[in-house]
């Protein structure tokens, strides 16, 4: 898809400069996961991250509604060209809106939560969760910056792992017999299934890359039920 994209840009700005809005996007939702897993781990303090982290998702949701409006003005002057592209590029803005919001989620549970972790049998995958999908946002930057299938087919399963992963996390907890105090299962259970939802719609941004809009919303939704 996004290869169709960029025979567009060419000689549409308008469509090249939503492109590089949903670029930004996702540098911004990457600095706000990192920020919040700091925070997470006591490696930077919540109150002094708290209001670039809120100013980063603002300027995210900003980018969205430009996105919008960009992608509205192209298809007011030039009907009936580039609606499917349109229509997705306008599709994954959500996605990279929705990392925005759940990487503040994470930022609340380092925030809120201050009995810390104890039990590696779940901090650890749940940490290597998360360096791994720093790499994930890497990937999907340069797949949708450069139209670069290859990086975007890699988010793809990395993606897939931290899902499954995400789910056997959760089940254990439930099935586990040991004494772990409830409000550390609770911050463990809260953490995967955020660092889940991030890693499907990062999915899904990946997935128009490949041009496989049939497939669009397929894992944020899939995320979302299960």
Same mark, same amino acid.
């Given at each position: 898809?996004?290869?169709?994209?960029?025979?567009?840009?060419?000689?549409?700005?308008?469509?090249?400069?939503?492109?590089?809005?949903?670029?930004?996007?996702?540098?911004?939702?990457?600095?706000?996961?990192?920020?919040?897993?700091?925070?997470?781990?006591?490696?930077a303090s919540a109150d002094e991250v708290r209001q670039?982290?809120?100013?980063?998702? $603002?300027?995210?949701?900003?980018? !969205?509604?430009?996105? $919008?409006?960009?992608?509205?003005?192209?298809?007011?002057?030039?009907?009936?060209?580039?609606?499917? +592209?349109?229509?997705?590029?306008?599709?994954?803005?959500? &996605?990279?809106?929705? +990392?925005? &919001?759940?990487? #503040?989620?994470? /930022?609340?549970?380092?925030?809120?939560?201050?009995?810390?972790?104890?039990?590696?049998?779940?901090? !650890?995958p749940l940490d290597n969760m998360a360096l791994e999908?720093?790499?994930?946002?890497? #990937?999907?930057?340069?797949?949708?910056?450069?139209?670069?299938?290859?990086? *975007?087919?890699?988010?793809?399963?990395?993606?897939?792992?931290?899902?499954?992963?995400? @789910?056997?996390?959760?089940?254990?907890? /439930? $099935?586990?017999?040991?004494?772990? !105090?409830?409000? !550390?299962?609770?911050?463990?259970?809260?953490?995967?299934?955020?660092?889940?939802?991030? *890693?499907?719609?990062? *999915?899904?941004?990946a997935t128009a890359v490949l041009g496989r809009l %049939? &497939?669009? @919303?397929?894992?944020? %939704?899939?995320?979302? @039920?299960?």
């Open positions: 898809m996004f290869r169709q994209l960029y025979s567009a840009l060419t000689s549409e700005n308008t469509l090249n400069l939503a492109f590089e809005d949903l670029t930004q996007m996702l540098k911004h939702g990457a600095w706000m996961f990192d920020r919040a897993n700091e925070v997470l781990h006591s490696k670039p982290l809120y100013d980063r998702d $603002r300027a995210i949701n900003e980018l !969205e509604r430009s996105i $919008r409006r960009k992608v509205l003005r192209h298809l007011t002057v030039n009907p009936g060209h580039d609606v499917a +592209i349109c229509l997705a590029l306008m599709s994954v803005a959500k &996605d990279a809106e929705r +990392i925005g &919001d759940y990487c #503040k989620n994470v /930022f609340e549970v380092g925030h809120f939560y201050s009995e810390g972790f104890h039990v590696p049998k779940y901090q !650890e999908m720093g790499g994930m946002f890497d #990937k999907v930057i340069k797949a949708t910056r450069n139209s670069d299938e290859q990086q *975007a087919r890699q988010a793809l399963s990395k993606a897939v792992e931290v899902r499954q992963r995400s @789910d056997r996390l959760i089940e254990e907890l /439930f $099935r586990d017999e040991r004494q772990i !105090e409830f409000h !550390e299962a609770v911050a463990y259970s809260l953490l995967a299934r955020h660092y889940k939802r991030v *890693a499907a719609h990062l *999915a899904n941004i %049939e &497939d669009l @919303d397929f894992y944020s %939704e899939a995320d979302d @039920d299960g």
